[in-house]
C-alpha cells in the first residue's frame, strides 16, 4: 500500500524553527516530484513548497520564499521541509502528497494534480 508519512510537527514560538518529514513506503515516489501543502481552519488547502523528481528544482509559495527550504532523499525516500523564522499565520496541519504524473521537471501547484495524500502534520506558531 503507497503511504505518505508526515512527521515533525509541533508547537513553537514566533522566529524559531521546525523540521518536517515525509517518509514513503509502498512504492519508490522516486520519479515523483512532491509537494508541502497547508490548511488553515475554514480555509483550503494551499500550496506551500514543491520539489521535482530529480530534487533539481524546487518551487515555494511566495509567503514562505525565503524561509522554508524542501529537500528530498531519495535513498530513505524521504521529504524534508526546513520552517524557519516561523510567524503565527504559518499556524496550519501540513501535509505531504505526490504528483500524479512522473517525471515532470516543473512543480505543480494545484493539489488536485497530486494524489497519496498523507494524514498531516500540526505545526502551531504561538508565543
Known amino acids: 500500500q503507497e503511504q505518505l508519512v508526515e512527521s515533525g510537527g509541533g508547537l513553537v514560538q514566533p522566529g524559531g524553527s521546525l523540521r518536517l518529514s515525509c517518509a514513503a513506503s509502498g512504492r519508490a515516489f522516486s520519479s515523483s516530484s512532491m509537494g508541502w501543502f497547508r490548511q488553515a481552519p475554514g480555509k483550503e488547502r494551499r500550496f506551500v513548497a514543491g520539489i521535482n523528481w530529480s530534487g533539481g528544482v524546487t518551487h515555494y509559495a511566495d509567503s514562505v520564499n525565503g524561509r522554508f527550504i524542501i529537500s528530498r532523499d531519495i535513498a530513505k525516500n524521504t521529504v524534508y521541509l526546513q520552517m524557519n523564522s516561523l510567524k503565527p499565520e504559518d499556524t496550519a496541519v501540513y501535509y505531504c502528497?505526490?504528483?500524479?504524473?512522473?517525471?515532470?521537471?516543473?512543480?505543480?501547484?494545484?493539489?488536485?494534480?497530486?494524489?497519496?495524500w498523507g494524514q498531516g502534520t500540526q505545526v502551531t506558531v504561538s508565543s
Open positions: 502528497a505526490a504528483d500524479v504524473l512522473r517525471y515532470r521537471e516543473a512543480i505543480r501547484t494545484a493539489a488536485a494534480n497530486y494524489a497519496d
